[in-house]
Structures are given as structure tokens and as C-alpha cells.
């Protein structure tokens, strides 16, 4: 099963889904292919990019998650970085209904989310993203999906900031943290929640995850 090792029983009140590599396909597969296209190493990409992995800093893309700045901003941003860094270009992101065009639904994922809520369990997504991204929500019809959507770029807040766990958990209604499953397919993210008493799965791959989840809950 793919879950943290022992991190996950029977014991469960709520279900809490990243969106991207969870019930969508991730757009990290593309932003790679385009630092490739431009010989681009990954280890000087990500830094600059996506600043550290396991934290809530300062960092451009931080603070574009958060809906404080745009994406105009966010690339002024980071150019004098990857300049710095030597790069003389750097791969674009994705602008509005663009990324719509490479992310694809996981309809066993999308299926299993609907029957977790139909069987009882409150639901939730959990998602780092932009304002500029923001179709996202009405293409995957999140808000008849699931029972809450907290959207980084939304509340100021972002994943692995513990603050936002606690805002989701708050807005299902208070069940305890430790009946909390949450499912993301960035180790860090998992990494949180598991320090906090989550429950958690890493998905790696959603159709598989997808079918260990029906299998633990009984669905």
C-alpha cells in the first residue's frame, strides 16, 4: 500500500486530497520538460523555481502561492536568480487556461474522492496554487466534489505551513487530526502532516492510490 509505514489504520473521519498528482496529473512532468528543452539542469531549476521544498519562506513562489503577488511579478522576481545562476533563458510558466491544457484528470482518484463523501467521511482539497490557475476549480467541478477547498493562493497560506493543515481541519469541522487522512504526492507535504498526527499517504502513482484507498476505507 502506499502510505507512510504505519501511518495509516481504520480509524478515519475525514479525507483530505491534494489536487495536483492526486486527482489531477502534475504539472511538475511539463516545467521539467521545458528546463530540459533549454539544457537546464534540475538541481539549478528547482532551487530557483520553487525555492526550498520543505518550508513556507520569502521565496517568489512562496509568495505567489499565497495570492500576494502575480505572475509577472514572480518571474521579475527570480530572473535576476537564474541569471545569476547563468542561465541566459529560463522556462516559462504556465499562464491561465494553458496549464488546463497538459493537466488530465485521474478519474479513478476523482471516483474514489466522490465515494469517500457519499459513504459518509467529510472531504477536503488541500492545494498550493495561483491566482492565475484558478480554472482549475470549475474544470474538476471541485466544489461539488468534495465538502471544502482550501486554495493556498486563497487564504495566505500554503502547504507545508502547519497553519494551513490546521485552517482545513478547522473548516471540515474539527475532527481530530489524528483521524485525518491526507493524501499528496510531495514527500515534504507528507512529511508535515505526519509530524502534525495526520494520517497520511504519499501517492506516487494516483490509480494505485486510488485503489489502496477503496481498499482501506472498504469502498
Known amino acids: 500500500m502506499q502510505t507512510t509505514p504505519g501511518a495509516v489504520t481504520t480509524d478515519i473521519d475525514a479525507v483530505i486530497f491534494d489536487f495536483a498528482g492526486v486527482l489531477s496529473t502534475t504539472p511538475t512532468t511539463e516545467m521539467l520538460a521545458r528546463a530540459e528543452a533549454l539544457d537546464i539542469d534540475l538541481a539549478t531549476f528547482l532551487p530557483i523555481m520553487l525555492g526550498p521544498l520543505d518550508d513556507d519562506s520569502d521565496h517568489p513562489w512562496h509568495e505567489l502561492e499565497r ?89 495566505d497560506l500554503r502547504k507545508p505551513n502547519p497553519a494551513i493543515f490546521e485552517l482545513t481541519v478547522e473548516l471540515l469541522g474539527g475532527p481530530p487530526i489524528e ?24 501517492v506516487t502513482d494516483p490509480v494505485i492510490a486510488a485503489a489502496d484507498l477503496r481498499r482501506l476505507l472498504g469502498l
Request: proline share 5%.
Open 67 to 155: 495570492g500576494r503577488i502575480t505572475m509577472d511579478e514572480f518571474e521579475a522576481a527570480i530572473e535576476p536568480m537564474w541569471r545569476a545562476a547563468g542561465a541566459t533563458e529560463f522556462p516559462s510558466v504556465p499562464r491561465g487556461h494553458e496549464l488546463l491544457s497538459f493537466l488530465r484528470p485521474v478519474p479513478e482518484m476523482i471516483a474514489v474522492a466522490a465515494d469517500v463523501r457519499e459513504a459518509g467521511y467529510r472531504t477536503a482539497i488541500l492545494t498550493n496554487n495561483t491566482k492565475e490557475w484558478g480554472a482549475w476549480r470549475h474544470a474538476w467541478d471541485a466544489d461539488n466534489l468534495v465538502d471544502v477547498v482550501v486554495d493556498s493562493c486563497q487564504v
Open 179 to 202: 483521524r485525518c487522512l491526507f493524501l499528496d504526492d510531495f514527500p515534504w507535504n507528507v512529511s508535515a502532516a505526519d509530524v502534525m498526527g495526520f494520517q497520511t499517504m504519499q
